[in-house]
């Protein structure tokens, strides 16, 4: 279906993953290891549909890594100075809420036209890689973005990087300011059934201590004291069988809902512990996420309820403390 809209555009970059670290994706640079050519410029742009139909899958999947759209996948590169950009199209998903109960994933193809500040940003160099530079570890992705010349044709744009190799923060700003027009908008699939919106919890996420350890970046121990914590949720994952022992398993909500007040004292008395983590290489079949009751930032808790049964402490500004978790942890977190 199509229909027009205009707004901020509310998804110009999407922070993923706290404990993932670094940056994927085609529009993100190597920060300073080399500029780009001119970008590839394409003759008459159609849809968001026909170029990038699955720009944007992963946000119903968060902390998965940077989704690599199909469809048509131009060089991306510098701007051509006989390039004349007049309009920006951003193609993305977002979520809504679905017919009677539950949640849809629609498909958006975004457009805006004052591109002085989005243009000037682009035009920027990249920052120089500094490895005395303190990084946070938070992935950042952008939209997927093109311009449009006044003939119809088009290009992907080179967003510039900082020195922690992610879109310089006036690219960020100036993709977060951009005045949008919505002009198509098609439902893609159901995300979330009613039972995950009745715990409060995604359909879908991925384990993130499996992340962490298979990619080498074990943190350090948890510390002696568990974070300060509100009232939690808790949101249990199984893994299907396919899914186990590769790069990002994601998991199927199972159970879920606000932790009951006398287990969470428990729980976080065992997310304090200083046991040394064990050597282990057994992908969890269910794993536990436990978030602020609130919706306010975390940080983030995640346990292997069988495998390795460890735990990841994520924090909301990035970092990740790793742990040893047991039997009579797990045990806490099982259906009341």
Do not use: H
């Not at 530079?133 to 088009?154: K, N, Q, Y």
């Not at 390795?308 to 977190?333: H, K």
């Amino acid at each position: 279906m199509s229909r027009m809209r205009s707004g901020r555009t509310a998804l110009a970059m999407a922070l993923l993953g706290v404990a993932l670290g670094g940056c994927g994706g085609t529009t993100i640079g190597p920060g300073g290891a080399g500029e780009p050519g001119p970008a590839q410029i394409l003759e008459t742009w159609t849809s968001c549909a026909e170029a990038a139909p699955q720009a944007g899958a992963i946000m119903d999947v968060p902390n998965t890594g940077v989704p690599t759209p199909a469809g048509v996948d131009p060089r991306i590169g510098r701007i051509d100075p006989a390039f004349t950009p007049v309009a920006a199209v951003l193609c993305g998903r977002e979520l809504r809420p679905g017919r009677g109960a539950g949640q849809e994933q629609v498909a958006t193809e975004r457009r805006a036209t004052q591109l002085t500040p989005l243009l000037t940003a682009l035009r920027l160099p990249s920052q120089k890689s500094d490895r005395d530079t303190a990084c946070s570890l938070e992935m950042i992705v952008p939209p997927w973005l093109a311009l449009l010349d006044d003939r119809g044709r088009w290009l992907r744009p080179y967003l510039p990087t900082d020195t922690c190799g992610k879109p310089r923060a006036e690219v960020r700003t100036a993709l977060a300011e951009l005045s949008t027009t919505t002009v198509d908008s098609r439902v893609v699939e159901r995300v979330e059934d009613p039972a995950a919106e009745t715990a409060g919890c995604a359909q879908r996420w991925a384990d993130l201590v499996w992340v962490e350890t298979s990619n080498g970046r074990p943190g350090p121990p948890a510390p002696a004291s568990s974070p300060a914590a509100g009232p939690l949720r808790l949101c249990v994952y199984q893994v299907p069988p396919a899914g186990r022992g590769g790069g990002k398993p994601v998991g199927d909500l199972v159970y879920g809902g606000p932790l009951p007040a006398e287990r969470q004292a428990g729980v976080l008395r065992a997310l304090a512990n200083r046991r040394a983590v064990v050597e282990c290489a057994t992908p969890a079949s269910r794993f536990a996420v436990l978030r602020p009751l609130d919706g306010t930032a975390g940080p983030d808790r995640y346990v292997e309820l069988d495998g390795c049964r460890r735990f990841l402490v994520a924090g909301s500004t990035g970092g990740g403390q790793l742990g040893q978790g047991d039997e009579a942890l797990a045990a806490l977190l099982r259906p009341v």
